[in-house]
């Protein structure tokens, strides 16, 4: 069993910034990824950024370039910087941890099994 705990959501103007953190607790042992997930109103939950334990990581195209997905030493936490931020990433943004499941090129594949509750994060004038 894992716990995630996220946390550094709110609101924030277009362009600005936001860095969102994921405490993890338990049997972290048991997991080989950790991801970040979003999902507005209305829409499905969509993966965001991926973080693998050898260091590999993975985004969603939209947000390349923008969001940077990242560890403490301890790997206790996981962290997502956000950066330029645009009305469209407003969503609950969820911390989830899983199991590399292959990897598609470079790309790792991650298959979530726990689930943080969500923060949210609003983007708007």
């Known amino acids: 069993q894992v716990q995630l705990v996220e946390s550094g959501g709110g609101s924030v103007q277009p362009g600005g910034s936001l860095r969102l953190s ?3 607790s338990g049997d972290t042992y048991s997991t080989s990824c950790m ?11 969509e993966g965001v950024a ?3 334990n050898n260091g590999g990581t993975s985004y969603k195209q939209s947000v390349k ?6 560890r403490d030493n301890a790997k206790t936490t996981l962290y997502l910087q956000m950066n330029n931020l645009t ?8 911390c989830a941890a899983g199991s590399v499941i292959g990897y ?3 790309t790792p594949l991650c298959g979530p099994r ?6 949210q994060v609003t983007v708007s004038s």
């Open 65 to 70: 370039g923008r969001f940077i997905i990242s």
């Open 87 to 94: 009305p469209e990433d407003t969503a609950m943004y969820y």
């Open 35 to 45: 991801a970040w997930f979003r999902q507005a109103p209305g829409k499905e939950r």
């Open 114 to 119: 726990y689930w943080g509750q969500g923060t």
């Open 50 to 52: 991926i973080l693998a």
């Open 22 to 24: 994921c405490v993890a």
């Open 104 to 106: 598609s090129g470079d």
